[in-house]
């Protein structure tokens, strides 16, 4: 299968993989690569030189039991063979595997990340062909409206800035009945705790149960679930049909 190049203002029928190398450093969505020392917890470093840096060992940090709760993840994001699926701050791809499985060889699946490191790691498990990973920002990628059949972030969210922006962008991308999933299979308080010991990442927090039913209601989607475990957290909604 052909996949437009969603960066690309042209519209030609280039594999987004292809394309993504000449775009990292042009395109609105994209970022520079930069080389800056890392000290954790000790200096503020942007988010992207924050993940670039955790990149090499990120896989191995990984709890024996997170496989399962990935696959609750994709259970609850109620994939179909064939769907079209954005994994918003894919990393090192974790939860492309389980993806795969859901999608079949019919499905594509178009993974992002604002680390090249994250992006390197996950190009080394030498995925499919319907798989696309590029380097882009969620907040500001610029891909084509109703494209994708689910958006899934899974331990992402806390990290948006905007987050009003990248949930009008999930929006905006998801074809009519379309699923968001939210995720982080930690569990919230987990979360929340982690990253205050990190300077980069430390505002960046989970939002409550009732906090994130509110958010994403207030903003038109439909159908909101929130699941908040001590150690499982995944919102769900629908982008309401066309009338």
């Known amino acids: 299968m052909d996949w437009a190049c969603a960066l ?39 988010k992207q030189e924050f993940f670039d840096r955790l990149a090499a060992s990120w896989d191995e940090e990984e709890r024996p039991d997170i496989y399962e709760r990935l696959a609750r993840v994709v259970s609850l994001s109620c994939l179909r063979g064939g769907h079209t699926v954005l994994d918003v701050g894919t990393g090192t791809g974790v939860l492309i595997p389980h993806i795969l499985r859901a999608v079949g060889e019919r499905g594509v699946v178009v993974a992002i990340d604002i680390s090249r490191e994250m992006l390197r790691q996950a190009r080394q498990k030498g995925f499919p062909p319907n798989v696309h990973l590029i380097l882009a920002d969620m907040q500001r990628a610029g891909f084509q409206p109703l494209v994708f059949d689910r958006v899934l972030c899974n331990a992402v969210f806390p990290h948006f800035d905007d987050k009003e922006r990248a949930l009008y962008e999930a929006w905006r991308v998801l074809r009519p009945g379309g699923l968001l999933v939210i995720s982080h299979p930690i569990g919230r308080e987990a979360v929340n705790r982690l990253h205050a010991q990190c300077r980069a990442v430390a505002e960046d927090r989970v939002p409550a149960a009732a906090r994130m039913y509110e958010l994403l209601t207030r903003l038109g989607w439909s159908d909101v679930k929130v699941i908040d475990e001590p150690e499982f957290y995944l919102a769900r909604a629908r982008k309401r049909e066309l009338p």
């Open 8 to 46: 690309c203002p042209s519209q030609s029928a280039q594999r987004s993989d292809d394309c993504a190398g000449v775009h990292r450093d042009v395109a609105g969505g994209c970022f520079p690569v930069t080389e800056t020392p890392f000290w954790w917890r000790r200096h503020a470093l942007n």
